[in-house]
């Protein structure tokens, strides 16, 4: 069963930055594509960036050139470095598996509040 704990968010004002953790364990990591997901308040989940088991990745456009997915195999764990944050990045954030994997049962761990505001 996978096990997914994310940590690192927080209150930061608009254009400060932020590096979101995510550990992940009863998976083989390694293998598998990793995603980062946000939720804001009244609006549904949606995909923000994405990282292969290569290291290649993918962002929202609206998160291109301001954050930066990576991983570390080793330590089972996805990061999303945040940079020049908007008040529109406030969100609850996820990591998960990447979208291609995901069924009607794919649970989801608490999430990391991330508030922009001044």
């Known amino acids: 069963q996978v096990q997914l704990v994310e940590s690192g968010g927080g209150l930061v004002q608009p254009g400060g930055s932020l590096r979101l953790s995510c550990a992940a364990s009863?998976?083989?990591?390694?293998?598998?594509?990793m995603a980062w997901y946000r939720q804001a308040p009244g609006k549904q989940r949606e995909l923000v960036a994405t990282?292969?088991?290569?290291?290649?990745?993918n962002y929202k456009d609206s998160v291109k050139g301001r954050f930066t997915i990576t991983r570390d195999n080793p330590k089972k764990t996805v990061y999303l470095q945040m940079n020049s944050l908007k008040p529109e990045d406030t969100a609850v954030y996820y990591c998960?598996?990447?979208?291609?994997?995901?069924?009607?049962?794919?649970?989801w761990g608490q999430g990391t509040q991330v508030t922009v505001s001044s």
């Open positions: 998960n598996l990447a979208p291609q994997y995901h069924s009607s049962s794919t649970s």
């Open positions: 990282i292969t088991s290569g290291g290649s990745t």
């Open positions: 009863g998976i083989l990591f390694s293998i598998y594509a």
